[in-house]
């Protein structure tokens, strides 16, 4: 069997501003496995940046993680100093961020920049082992020219190539896991594609386990083992990628393949958008997140949370039309 690189278990995490609490993690559960590459898809406002935030300790101040465990390779996250965790971040977990420009330090070159991240991390290193580490890795992650480039700037570079250097930052220490939070959600089509490439062959190589969040359901497709469906501060569905895709088992994910392009569609064709707006989270629903959007919600939807149901092999789905006695008429799942 597999080992747990990370297991997360009923994380709520909430903010507070003058509007008062925003809840927008409200006990989510899931672990990813060694090697593995979880995809964690939703839209904007689901919980899965400040999820993957909470991984590194990374939030902001005005919010505060109220309940949950955050285990790293069976080790508690959530009470480690702050000294103990900034010697996790950077080496055994690490993070690619959505805007490489934002990440990157217009003043320092691109090589110091990565040669930093190994040198804070590997004291006992010369200069020149640094060095030497920092061209290895663009060799890796196939930046051309690596001698050349070390002394750029981020200025000098394609939007491609900069998310590739903070890949090698990312990456600079072997971390065991990676989370990269919409990594290629500013980058044209091609490149995208050989940035998924790219993180795939990397993952082949050194056994890495990602967490890759996203909003869109077709890079997930492309590129996870399994995945997790976000909604409203919590896991909707659950399942491999291929039981997903093939079998869906929430209306929330039907609502996401629906609006997905598919190749050779007859562009006449509109795609279905999901009606209406994710919940409020200062005021979240008492029933079902979903239920103000879904086609199928019932009375009782609105008024109680549905439990999860287990559907197939490491396969769950929250929804009450998939509890003993739902009715079948107007039921997708029956
Ligand atoms: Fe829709 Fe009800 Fe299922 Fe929620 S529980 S997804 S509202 S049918």
Avoid at 149 to 158: A, L
Wanted: proline share 6%; hydrophobic share 40%.
């Amino acid at each position: 069997m597999k080992k747990m690189v990370l297991e997360i278990d009923n994380l709520k995490v909430s903010f507070f501003n003058s509007n008062g609490e925003v809840q927008a993690v409200r006990g989510v559960t899931f672990g990813v496995n060694e090697g593995e590459i979880l995809g964690i898809v939703g839209e904007s406002g689901s919980g899965k940046s400040v999820t993957s935030m909470s991984i590194l300790r990374l939030l902001a101040e005005s919010a505060k993680l109220k309940e949950g465990s955050i285990k790293f390779e069976g080790k508690e996250l959530t009470t480690l100093t702050k000294k103990e965790m900034q010697s996790i971040r950077g080496k055994d977990i690490s993070m690619i961020f959505q805007d490489p420009m934002s990440s990157l330090n217009p003043l320092h070159t691109i090589g110091n920049q990565v040669a930093e991240m190994i040198a804070v991390h590997n004291t006992n290193l010369s200069k020149k082992e640094v060095k030497q580490r920092v061209l290895q890795l663009f060799e890796k992650i196939r930046i051309p020219e690596p001698e050349k480039r070390y002394n750029m700037y981020p200025h000098q570079f394609s939007g491609g190539m900069r998310q590739r250097i903070m890949i090698a930052i990312a990456l600079a220490n072997a971390p065991r896991l990676l989370i990269a939070d919409e990594p290629t959600t500013a980058l044209d089509v091609t490149i995208q594609d050989q940035i998924l490439k790219l993180l795939r062959d990397l993952q082949k190589d050194s056994n890495t386990s990602i967490v890759f969040i996203t909003h869109d359901l077709g890079v997930v497709a492309e590129l996870c083992h399994r995945v997790v469906v976000l909604y409203g501060g919590l896991v909707m569905e659950e399942g491999l990628v291929d039981d997903i895709f093939e079998n869906p088992k929430h209306p929330y994910t039907l609502g996401l393949m629906a609006s997905m392009p598919e190749v050779n569609q007859d562009k006449s064709i509109r795609l279905q958008s999901i009606k209406g707006s994710p919940p409020d989270m200062t005021n979240p629903p008492l029933g079902c997140p979903f239920a103000p959007r879904c086609n199928y919600a019932r009375k009782m939807c609105a008024a109680e949370l549905p439990p999860y149901v287990e559907v197939g092999n490491k396969h769950r789905s929250m929804c009450w039309l998939l509890t003993q006695g739902a009715p079948s008429e107007h039921n997708p799942f029956k």
